[in-house]
DNA sequence: ATTTATTATTGTAAAAAATACACAATTCAA
DNA sequence: TTGAATTGTGTATTTTTTACAATAATAAAT
């Protein structure tokens, strides 16, 4: 293993944060604008960046996510490294990478993180390299994605949709404070791509001792307004362990 | 952002391969020679190397195992990268990295790989620092390891622990080409730190369709011999399917 | 040849969870 | 007051999970 041979790749981390519109899943990209040939040419990116020094990997993700957003305390899961070396070859990557961190970067390793947020916290814009934008999952095929961005997002879905079967709380993250049960079961109906039953669905939240009704109904509908529950989680019996004890109860004899 | 705050960190992998002995699970660890003030030190680490210039991630797992352990078409499963700075603290480790790359190293990230494989597979030594081993996870405490390698071998414990749910099959992988039901049922209880029932066990595998029965039974055993079963993966129903089908299984009304 | 020791193998009943299914209640707006 | 839209509720059936113990097979010991 002969020195010559040893490359010094960049690291940078990703955020990919997922929020709920209360009809479609949207992931927050920010907008990247390259002038090419007197063109401005527009297309989106996730938050993500180098990383410093002495920083710790989730530090960076905090840290950069905070720095392109404004957001703070927002609870990020690290969930795959991509590290293909041809991720960063397309001509107008290179080209925003050298006008944006003044750095001719041959290859950069990204860790990838995954947030859930509420779609309605405030987005600061500190410059015209941070303008933040939710975009729906939908429309991502249509368009123009830096680097590998589009298959990270896709991996970040993949990964929020295999631990909600094991930390289903997580889900809360991405419904308002007070909100419906039909709320709920749309977006759960959303991120598991199926169709649930009402009756069964209501059955279901009932058995959730971390969802509590409200005295309160929902405002400004032309219908029968719905009851509002909360979330609350509660210290001791942390929601985490309630379906995590369901999903692997197998032959349990001691 | 500027210039001077970004650093060029070097990216190593990192692989942890687990076995079975019938007994206990195993993970797979190179022996770490240090000449340390004329005295010969040893401890271990895993099985991982800087990647090279034009070279994959997952490439870089595969070439890396190769090259200390001999072993050679192995499903790698990429589960966390590691990147504190401090991770490289420790003058033995400098002294070590020095020493093997000849380089001056201040930081590394590392991408980590988890892999099952069957205990018996032959391992080649080619070299003073390609010495690889065996040792049980039980006794790991007791043991020296290399940087972060422990917290490593932790986390990949909880995800393959995880992925099981998911697809148990990869149980498989760390069990002969022919076992018994015992076998595989000690196995899944030491995986999932669990007791569980013959009966019930029996059952469940009965309903497994990719574990077929043999018309052979053990050998040299001093009583009654245990019928073998082998592991069949259908290329049309892959077992991947079957539990996870089950794990998802909620109100599905189309 | 009989006994002893050790492990393999098998079934059933009870409890819990998942599923399928339809109509009445509430509210707003026309 | 009627219609339109959406909320909210119960029960029977099926499936899955769990709990539980006696007999069969074999080798070794007497």
Redesign the interface.
Known sequence: ???E???????SVDCVVFGFDGENLKVLLIERNIKEQNELYNDKKLPG?????????DT?ASRVLNELTGLKNIYLS?F??????NRTNDPRDILWLEN????KIG?I?T?AYVALIKIDRKLQVKNENTQANWYDLNDLATMNLAFDHAEIIKKGLDYVR?NL??EPHLLFELLPRKFTISQLRTLHDKV?Q????VR??QK?VAQMPYVMPLDEVEEGVPHRAARLYKFKKSPLNPPKGDFKSV??K?????
Chains 1, 2 share one sequence.
């Open positions: 293993m002969s020195n041979n040893i490359y010094y790749p960049h690291v960046s180098i990383i410093l020094q002495d920083e710790d990997l960076a690290q795959k490294s991509f590290g293909n070396p944006t961190m003044q750095l290859r390793v860790v295999h079967d094991i598991h199926m169709r649930s039953d069964n669905f279901k999903v692997l197998k032959d349990r004899t001691i």
